[in-house]
C-alpha cells in the first residue's frame, strides 16, 4: 500500500527557514510526480510546489523566489525548503503523489493520487 509521511513542521519565527519532508512507500517513485499543498484555517487549499520526474519544478506566485522543492529518488523523499518565512505561510503542509503527472495539471489537487496526512508550520510574527 500507498504511504506519504510528512514531517519537519513546527514554529518559526517570521524571516526564518524550515524544511520539510515526504517520505513516500509502496510506489515506484520515480514514476510519480510530486507535489506540496497547504491549506490554512478558513482557506481554500493552495498549489504550493511540485516537482516532475526529471525534476523540472513549478510554484505558486505566494512562494516563488523563496520555497524550493527537491527529490532523492534514491531516499523515495521529496522536501520543501522554505525560507523568508512569512505568517501568512502559517498552514497544514500536504505531500501528494500523482502518477498521471504533466505541467499543466500540477495545481490540481483532485487529481492528485495519494495524500500525506499533512504537517502544521505555524510562523509567528
Known amino acids: 500500500q500507498v504511504q506519504l509521511v510528512e514531517s519537519g513542521g513546527g514554529l518559526v519565527q517570521a524571516g526564518g527557514s524550515l524544511r520539510l519532508s515526504c517520505a513516500a512507500s509502496g510506489l515506484t517513485f520515480y514514476n510519480y510526480g510530486m507535489g506540496w499543498f497547504r491549506q490554512a484555517p478558513g482557506k481554500e487549499r493552495e498549489f504550493v510546489a511540485a516537482?516532475?520526474?526529471?525534476?523540472?519544478?513549478y510554484y505558486g506566485d505566494s512562494v516563488k523566489g523563496r520555497f524550493s522543492i527537491s527529490r532523492d529518488n534514491a531516499k523515495n523523499t521529496v522536501y520543501l525548503q522554505m525560507n523568508s518565512l512569512k505568517p501568512e505561510d502559517t498552514a497544514v503542509y500536504y505531500c501528494a503523489a500523482d502518477q498521471n503527472y504533466a505541467p499543466n495539471t500540477i495545481s490540481i489537487a483532485h487529481l492528485y493520487d495519494y495524500w500525506g496526512q499533512g504537517t502544521q508550520v505555524t510562523v509567528s510574527s
Open positions: 516537482i516532475g520526474r526529471s525534476r523540472s519544478t
